[in-house]
């Protein structure tokens, strides 16, 4: 194939979950693998909480997603706190 010849193969694939109707567009097979795995471990970790525990979870991502320096922050604080104390 030359240099100029039209790569032929993957284009796009589009994602909808059956489950809660979320849609993502790949543009690559390992994109489309990547999303397609995340989107099945966000949903076996939903079913796992109780409302309580869905709203707490979804008010802290949502601050921290919203602010990714306090994300690093966050972690760098907690590994520097000591297994299962209260580092003060």
């Not at 995340?38 to 949502?62: F, K, Q, Y």
């Not at 990714?68 to 104390?85: F, H, I, N, T, Y």
Request: glycine share 10%; aromatic share 4%; charged share 25%.
């Amino acid at each position: 194939m030359s240099a100029k010849s039209p790569v032929r193969g993957w284009d796009q694939a589009d994602f909808r979950c059956g489950r809660c109707g979320a849609q993502h567009t790949a543009h690559t097979e390992a994109d489309y693998l990547k999303v397609v795995g995340a989107h099945g471990d966000a949903h076996a970790v939903w079913d796992r909480l109780n409302p309580i525990e869905r709203d707490g979870i979804t008010s802290i991502l949502r601050t921290v997603l919203s602010a990714p320096e306090l994300a690093v922050e966050l972690l760098a604080l907690a590994d520097r706190q000591p297994a299962g104390g209260e580092g003060r």
